[in-house]
């Protein structure tokens, strides 16, 4: 049982690092919730309970140490204090303006949005997951990303269409999600976007 649950969590380190930077926005501050967060899953190893979703129940223990330390600690880390090496990129001018669009527009998404959206995109999970991990509804968790998404959409484009029942339109943003989604999950992957 020790074993498996040393395993499970080392297992989950590096998506608890991901989540933790959508969360946090600065490297090291990120490590040092995951390494509190794993503290206390350590510590309440025992509460755990095998056969349930670890993922979801360390999701759940990071999300609730980040917003402690947010109680105590009301200051936030703004985009400008990354160093420039953080959008650093091999890709063409156009790729590294467009992540570079991406990397700020996701800064400036509500906490909730950005976090349900880097989990559904980059974690693959799924909006089930999420809700368990967040501690919502699923339509909740749905309604996150689906709202990310178009935030997203509106601020990268700068442009919202007319009418919602345009399907031409409807179209396009599907598109434009999709092509957002796998850029997203490409530039996360090489490390070339910072949330």
Known sequence: MANSFHDQVITI?????????????????AEDLVQDAVCNALSAQNSFI???????????????????????RRDTTDIDDVPASA??????????LALKDLSKAMTRLPADQREALIMVVVQGMSYENLAEATGCAVGTAKSRVFRARRQLETWLMGEVPERADDRAAAARASAISRAMDARLLEASRAGRVTY
């Open 50 to 72: 095998p056969g349930t979703n670890f993922p979801a129940w360390m999701h759940r223990i990071l999300r609730n140490r980040f917003i402690s330390n947010l109680r105590k």
């Open 87 to 96: 959008f650093a990129t091999e890709a063409p001018h156009e790729d590294r």
């Open 13 to 29: 380190l590096p998506k608890l690092r991901v989540q933790a930077l959508a969360l946090t926005r600065n490297r090291a501050a």
